[in-house]
């Protein structure tokens, strides 16, 4: 079992639709991250929240939302998305500073569809 | 350029057998980071081990080894006694310059997908 909780694990939605994804850990990380994975490709960083704020949005399209309630929950709000946007997402965790050598911690992913 | 090449797109492995899985990395920075995950089909990315560019040894962790070739620029992946859990897809990664912002920003190389043969 992964110390980082992503649910749903599977998720069907139409273009139209609102959804959320969510992410959880409770080691006491600070900095947490989604990434988009296409089948047969590396992660694609997507937004980085480090102490609660976003540092990096990599120019990700506004259809996906991201928000970061507390230090150790992260929702990935989802919204007239396309059919591109079927992927797997990857939330990851790692501690604050010191950063350090400190890896990323990776839940299980959610496998969307869009119809 | 890219900064991380993985050059071998898949590789088989006899059970119990060592194997190397091919990492280069392209940065001008001195302060550097790199790490090994393995993702299996079930899709969560585990890690298994980092150098930094700066640590004068090569890091070990139970069956992985990174032989980290500084001058050449190359990280590889040594796993030793292969196990049938083996097989998974190996993403080679890099943190270019010192961390901060208490975040780890890391690139990843396109991957090696290993498969170990009873």
């Known amino acids: 079992d992964t110390e980082v909780t992503q649910t749903p694990k599977h998720l069907v939605m139409g273009m139209t639709n609102k959804k959320s994804l969510k992410c959880e850990q409770h080691?006491?990380?600070?900095?947490m991250y989604w990434y988009k994975q296409k089948a047969k490709k590396p992660p694609e960083l997507m937004f980085v929240?480090?102490?609660?704020?976003?540092?990096i949005n990599e120019s990700v399209p506004s259809r996906f939302s991201p928000e970061c309630p507390n230090s150790s929950l992260l929702n990935l709000h989802l919204h007239a998305l396309q059919p591109e946007d079927s992927a797997l997402y990857l939330c990851a965790s790692s501690q604050g500073e010191p950063a350090g050598n400190q890896p990323q911690h990776f839940g299980d992913g959610t496998r969307l569809s869009i119809l | 350029a890219q900064k991380i090449t993985q050059t071998q797109p898949g590789m088989f492995v006899q059970e119990k057998e060592a194997v190397t899985l091919d990492c280069t990395y392209d940065t001008s920075d001195p302060s550097y980071g790199l790490f090994w995950y393995k993702q299996p089909s079930s899709g969560e990315m585990i890690f298994l081990i980092y150098q930094g560019s700066y640590d004068q040894q090569n890091a070990t962790e139970g069956r992985y080894s990174l032989n980290f070739q500084k001058a050449r620029k190359s990280a590889n992946l040594v796993i030793s006694a292969s196990q049938l859990g083996d097989s998974a897809m190996y993403f080679c990664a890099m943190r270019e310059g010192p961390p901060a912002g208490g975040y780890q920003k890391v690139t990843f190389g396109i991957g090696t997908k290993l498969q170990v043969i009873p």
């Open positions: 080691m006491g990380h600070r900095a």
């Open positions: 929240y480090s102490y609660e704020k976003l540092s």
